[in-house]
């Protein structure tokens, strides 16, 4: 008799509701933050509609979508966390150097790869591992891993249960409900700090992410984002709902088609903790509420492009982390993002930005043929429809400046680019999906159906 496994598509979404539940009670502003996003976007939706929102189809997926944020200090972590979350049917998509912007880890997103998958529940993860080696000071970075060496931040139970999953194929209903309980303590908060107080100013000193990834018993979540359908007006509307927001939106500005990711956050709570020894008090600052807004998908030329136009915005300025330069700041990047395209034809039929095919008025074909059958003809004509196939991942510059926001200014420039997704890879024990294959092969797939069904495969 063949076993009954729960879907990892269901597995996640019990987790994810598990985690959304335990980060409301341990943040209660992020209880806040979520009835102004839904509030934000039963407007939005009343407005304009699904459709010009650019979430035709996704409006179920809106009420359950959130991305997760964790630092994990050790391969091994790493590595576990990998096969933690492919119980889920999460896998590591696309490698992000932080150090680019003053950051020492790198990080990949564990998500759902599939359509079905996203649609089920897109709950995403961004993990980043801790660079030890950008660590400048010798004694410093070894005391560093000696306390990362003693601790365990997985359940004996929450371990059995990932082997089990491996050795079996999944999990039955009642191991899925205690591995969601079991997986759930490795992201809780601790108050009480691993090292004494002296060690942890140490740290703090070389990085406020050092600090953090290094002097606590485990990855604890240290935020849990929404998806917003206007993040302007969100950041718009905090401080009356009692939240204070980060001085400036991470990402592209404010455009008629989204793309990418815009990101905001509010700032990071200050909490009390007890340090190792002596049982010192004091505050540590990390998790924070943050907020995303997703668009189109660009292509490799299309990043490109987005790439240059924001290096010559940093070039020019840089956010202060007080928001003393934030009116100058938007008008910079909206002055340089004018450059790039702004309507989905335009981004389409240059190859800027990635679009899903599908069949629209199939009596329409011969009037596109007459007009040359190309693509191009065949959607002017309305025989297919493109639509904006939605952005799922992240930006390395936009991570970065959200933890720096919430961590200090401390070290902001402190550290050259320096990738490395090799050593990322071999402490993964995986390579990463590349995110950008992944939407190519949408469009590729989407075409040749739509195609297939106008019977012109062969023609278009």
Known sequence: MTASFVPPSAIRSLFSRAMSDMYRSEVPQYGTLMELVADVNARVLAEVGAARAGVAGQELRLEVERHGAIRVGTAAELATIRRLFAVMGMAPVGYYDLSIAGVPVHSTAFRPMDNAGLAANPFRVFTSLLRL??????????????????????????????????????????????????????????????????LYQQLRQAHPLIADIVCFQGPHINHLTPRTLDIDAVQAEMPARGIKPKAVIEGPPTRRCPILLRQTSFLALSEPVTFAGEGEAGTHTARF??????????????????????????????????GSNAAEYREVLAREFSALPDDHDTLR????????????????????????????ALVEAGALVAEPITYEDFLPVSAAGIFQSNLGDEQRDGLAASPNRAAFEQALGAPVHDE????????RDSLAQALKALGLEATA
């Open 133 to 198: 080696d950008l660590i400048a000071d010798p004694a410093l970075r070894d005391a560093a891993k000696a306390v990362l060496r003693r601790r365990s931040i997985f359940t004996p139970r929450c371990l059995a249960l990932i082997d089990q999953f491996e050795s079996q194929g999944g999990l039955s209903e009642s191991q899925a409900s205690a591995f969601v309980t079991e997986a759930l303590e490795t992201f809780r908060w601790h108050g009480k700090a691993t090292v004494d107080a002296g």
């Open 289 to 322: 509420g943050e907020i995303e807004q997703r668009g189109v998908a660009l292509t490799p030329q299309g990043r490109q492009r987005y790439d240059e136009i924001l290096a010559r915005v940093r070039e020019a300025i840089v956010p202060a982390g007080d």
């Open 349 to 376: 039929r240059e190859g800027l930005a990635y679009y899903r095919y599908s069949v629209g008025d199939a009596a329409r074909v011969a009037q596109a043929v007459a007009a040359g059958g190309g693509v191009d």
């Open 436 to 443: 950008l294959a992944l939407y190519a092969a949408q469009q």
